[in-house]
């Protein structure tokens, strides 16, 4: 397979502006280009760049361990794009996100399909959360909350909430405040909460995944850009 094998070094993209990561999994037609409007750098991770062939994007970068790559489109995408990083530890998604620098990711096409996917890409979220990301799905979006985050939503916009390791936080602005709660993945959750007003939240730490219509992406991207703590790096 063509492209440069490396491990974890240097990043491979660097960009001042949002980046749009487009995976394998499922996808709508128009998710890349309503991406593309709030993040106009792309980069596919192994076998996204077939969406983003499909779509008549050439991305910047292939990230991956190429296995999902088939050699035709391969032959389509410049060399020097293409880069194959190819330890078996880490999903393309991690290989993808960790090797990319900007302000912010937003990543369609790793939600749906394979649950056992989706379920790692959550997982990745986590593990990389001094990497702002916002994974776009089928109806919603979500994120790692960032220590501090005040979203000004509509009153009654859903907004869930669910751990991925033990993390307490507080609130302001929900149906249902979150203060003095200790979350876990097999205890307490905070799906199906409501907003009342302009949300706030404090986590205190990197566990908690933010889940709202996807009709609030170009807010919520706008919204974590002008965030300016995020978590440090592991």
């Given at each position: 397979?063509?492209?440069?094998?490396?491990?974890?070094?240097?990043?491979?993209?660097?960009?001042?502006?949002?980046i749009?990561?487009?995976?394998?999994?499922?996808?709508?037609?128009s998710?890349?280009?309503?991406?593309?409007a709030?993040?106009?750098?792309?980069?596919?991770?192994?076998?996204?760049?077939a969406?983003?062939?499909?779509a008549?994007?050439?991305?910047?970068?292939?990230?991956?361990?190429?296995?999902?790559?088939?050699?035709?489109?391969?032959?389509?995408?410049?060399?020097?794009?293409?880069?194959?990083?190819?330890?078996?530890?880490?999903?393309?998604?991690?290989?993808?996100?960790?090797n990319?620098?900007?302000?912010?990711?937003?990543?369609?096409?790793?939600?749906?399909?394979?649950?056992?996917?989706?379920?790692?890409?959550?997982?990745?979220?986590?593990?990389?959360?001094?990497?702002?990301?916002?994974?776009?799905?089928?109806?919603?979006?979500?994120?790692?909350?960032?220590?501090?985050?005040?979203?000004?939503?509509?009153?009654?916009?859903?907004?869930?909430?669910?751990?991925?390791?033990?993390?307490?936080?507080?609130?302001?602005?929900?149906?249902?405040?979150?203060?003095?709660?200790?979350?876990?993945?097999?205890?307490?959750?905070?799906?199906?909460?409501?907003?009342?007003?302009?949300?706030?939240?404090?986590?205190?730490?990197?566990?908690?995944?933010?889940?709202?219509?996807?009709?609030?992406?170009?807010?919520?991207?706008?919204?974590?850009?002008?965030?300016?703590?995020?978590?440090?790096?592991?």
């Open positions: 397979m063509r492209g440069a094998k490396r491990g974890d070094m240097a990043a491979i993209v660097h960009s001042m502006e949002p749009t990561l487009v995976g394998a999994g499922s996808l709508r037609d998710d890349i280009d309503d991406s593309l709030l993040a106009p750098t792309l980069v596919a991770a192994d076998g996204g760049a969406h983003c062939l499909a008549d994007h050439m991305p910047e970068a292939v990230i991956g361990d190429l296995d999902s790559l088939d050699m035709v489109q391969a032959a389509s995408i410049p060399w020097e794009r293409v880069h194959e990083i190819t330890e078996q530890d880490s999903t393309d998604f991690d290989k993808a996100l960790r990319i620098e900007t302000p912010l990711v937003v990543a369609v096409g790793f939600t749906g399909a394979r649950m056992d996917h989706e379920l790692a890409a959550y997982n990745v979220l986590v593990q990389r959360a001094d990497r702002r990301c916002v994974l776009v799905g089928e109806t919603d979006v979500l994120c790692v909350v960032p220590p501090k985050l005040m979203l000004d939503v509509p009153a009654g916009t859903r907004v869930s909430l669910f751990p991925m390791r033990d993390v307490t936080g507080s609130s302001m602005g929900l149906k249902w405040a979150i203060d003095d709660i200790a979350f876990a993945p097999s205890g307490a959750i905070g799906t199906s909460n409501a907003a009342t007003g302009v949300v706030t939240l404090e986590m205190d730490g990197p566990g908690m995944l933010l889940i709202v219509p996807k009709a609030i992406l170009p807010l919520l991207v706008k919204t974590l850009l002008a965030t300016p703590e995020g978590w440090p790096a592991p």
